[in-house]
Every structure is written in structure tokens, then in C-alpha cells.
């Protein structure tokens, strides 16, 4: 959903990739094992909060408090990074890419996930 890349984003920027990517991680559980929606912003939000409130308990490189759930919350319901979502996902559309997993290789050549080791072979 555009409220969960959002937020994987903003998480990136305010507390780095590691703790992105360990959200990104918790989200694809909370949506593909546990079948919860992620366009349903309160629960997002609360999963977000105990996914940060975990995760910098037991490393903080930035040093900062996690985001608690009433913050992830407003940020949810605000635009705050919208366009830059909306903008990279039109650069990806204009490469060919309308699903995952891709590979995008120099910017240029975009291989299926599921490609054979001949199509990068090819490509290197």
C-alpha cells in the first residue's frame, strides 16, 4: 500500500536501512502469514511501533526514541513522502517493471526474478 512504503521509507531515513528492512520484514508477515491489511493505518501503525520499539531496544545507531504508535499514526494520515513514492514508482513503470521480484541491472536491463542464469549471462 502507498501508507506502507511511505512508512518503510521514512523508517529508513529517520533510523536507517537495517531498521527499514527489519520492518519491511515484520510487514510482509503481518500482510502475507498473518493476512492483515496494510491500508488499515491504526494497525499498521501499532505493528510498526512494536516493530521499532523491538528492534532499537537491541540496536540504536541513531540514538533516537522509537516512534510510538499515535506518531506513526499522523504520519500515516499525512503525505509526507507521497511524491517520492509516486515518482519512483513511474521510473519503474517506465523501465517495464509492474511487479517484484526484478532485477534492474545499470539502470537499463530489468531480468524477471525468476530468470535463468542465461539471461545474465547475457546481460554481463
Known sequence: SMA???LIQHVGKR???????????RLNVYYFVDGHALNDKPWLAKVAAETLSK????????GQTPMNDEEILTFLNGDQGRVEIENALRALQQLGVHGIPKFIIE?????DGAAGPEHFIHIF
Open 15 to 25: 533510523y536507517g536501512l537495517a531498521v527499514s528492512e527489519t520492518l519491511y520484514d
Open 107 to 111: 539502470g537499463s536491463s530489468v531480468v
Open 55 to 62: 528492534v532499537l531496544a537491541l540496536d540504536n545507531p541513531t
Open 4 to 6: 506502507s512504503h511511505r
